[in-house]
């Protein structure tokens, strides 16, 4: 089946660039997302990318994609401690699941001051 | 953005009760809701798939008789875990999809279900 792969930490200092990686193996994934979860909260969607997409990009966040290596990552600039939080990077197939979303375990961002 | 909304946000059981968890589309409608499991550091696990007026799919190993789903309207779906036990404590977020406008998911805050 689908499978989402995300290193599972990353901890980085305040005021530098922090990019989190995800791999996936379903090739006919239609949307890319990354999601945000605060400790005790539920998911907010950061930003998200179509298939055909090579990056995006929304203020301090760009969104890479490599379709031939199905891999995608999320930058964001000049972290915060407020970004503190895990990443979800998840992947839907609209064609064959029905927008089920295949999320992978989390990242974990540590933002040191 | 499109909100979601889920209630309670919080809720203890003893155990056996039966308890009803609600997810809300406030400014949109949708189609499709989704019900999710979250263990503690762990990601979302999918349970099932809510369409209106119809009956839920469920994932595979999801009890169907366990965690009944009813999606009566198209702002509301209800997940109720069906005489809880304490290996059902964890944590229930839903999702919306708001169609045919977007094919975004929504998430609601989460409830977090404990059982004694």
């Known amino acids: 089946g689908e499978d989402v792969e995300q290193s599972l930490f990353l901890s980085v200092r305040e005021g530098d660039s922090s990019v989190i990686n995800c791999t996936y193996t379903d090739s006919s994934s239609t949307y890319l997302y990354w999601y945000k979860q605060e400790p005790g909260a539920g998911l907010q969607l950061l930003t998200y990318i179509f298939s055909n997409m090579d990056m995006k990009q929304d203020q301090r966040l760009t969104v890479l994609l490599n379709k031939k290596d199905k891999h995608l990552s999320l930058r964001i600039a000049d972290t915060q401690t407020g970004d503190s939080a895990i990443y979800f990077c998840?992947?839907?197939?609209?064609?064959?699941?029905?927008?089920?979303?295949?999320f992978g375990q989390g990242t974990e961002l540590s933002v040191k001051p | 953005g499109a909100v979601v909304s889920q209630h309670p946000s919080w809720v203890i059981c003893k155990s056996g009760t039966s308890v009803k968890i609600e997810c809300r589309s406030l400014d949109f409608q949708a189609t499709t809701m989704f019900w999710y499991r979250q263990f503690p550091k762990q990601s979302l696990m999918l349970m099932a798939t809510?369409?209106?007026?119809?009956?839920?799919?469920?994932e595979q190993g999801v009890e169907k008789d366990k965690f009944l789903i009813n999606h009566a309207s198209l702002t509301l779906s209800t997940l109720t875990v069906t005489s809880a036990h304490p290996e059902d404590s964890s944590f229930y977020i839903c999702?919306?999809?708001?169609?045919?406008?977007?094919?975004?998911?929504?998430f609601g805050p989460g409830t977090r279900l404990t059982v004694l």
């Open positions: 809510s369409n209106e007026g119809s009956k839920a799919t469920y």
């Open positions: 998840a992947e839907s197939d609209e064609d064959n699941q029905g927008g089920k979303l295949i």
């Open positions: 999702s919306a999809r708001d169609r045919p406008s977007t094919d975004t998911q929504y």
